[in-house]
């Protein structure tokens, strides 16, 4: 059993920069993939990036593409999300979640889920 905690958001202007940070207690295997998902209001819940735990190949979406960055401390089963370059419309509760079988953007297969964190992205 895999248990995910976030922590790191929080309010911040348009253009500027926040760390996510997820901490994994119990075992992750080589095999598994990590990733980070957000829900706005009213919205589907999106995929954001995602990480093989053992390689550490990164995977992101078009929209966040060359602004945030995945990465994971294997010795600290920590895993991150550096967002530079915040714009309003990153407004969202981010969620990390974990998988066994490798990457995935597909929220479904993901068996492992934290409870969130508030990302506000405003003037």
């Known amino acids: 059993q895999v248990q995910l905690v976030e922590s790191g958001g929080g309010l911040v202007q348009p253009g500027g920069s926040l760390r996510l940070s997820c901490a994994a207690s119990?075992?992750?295997?080589?095999?598994?993939?990590m990733g980070w998902f957000r829900q706005a209001p009213g919205k589907e819940r999106e995929f954001v990036a995602a990480?093989?735990?053992?390689?550490?190949?990164?995977y992101y979406s078009d929209s966040v593409k060359g602004r945030f960055t995945i990465s994971r401390d294997k010795s600290k089963n920590t895993l991150y999300l550096q967002m530079n370059s915040l714009k309003p419309e990153d407004t969202a509760v981010y969620y990390c979640?974990?998988?066994?079988?490798?990457?995935?953007?597909?929220?479904?297969?993901?068996?492992?889920w934290g409870q969130g964190t508030q990302v506000t992205v405003s003037s």
């Open positions: 990480i093989t735990w053992n390689v550490g190949v990164t």
């Open positions: 119990g075992p992750i295997f080589s095999d598994y993939a």
């Open positions: 979640a974990a998988r066994r079988g490798g990457y995935s953007d597909y929220g479904r297969w993901y068996e492992y």
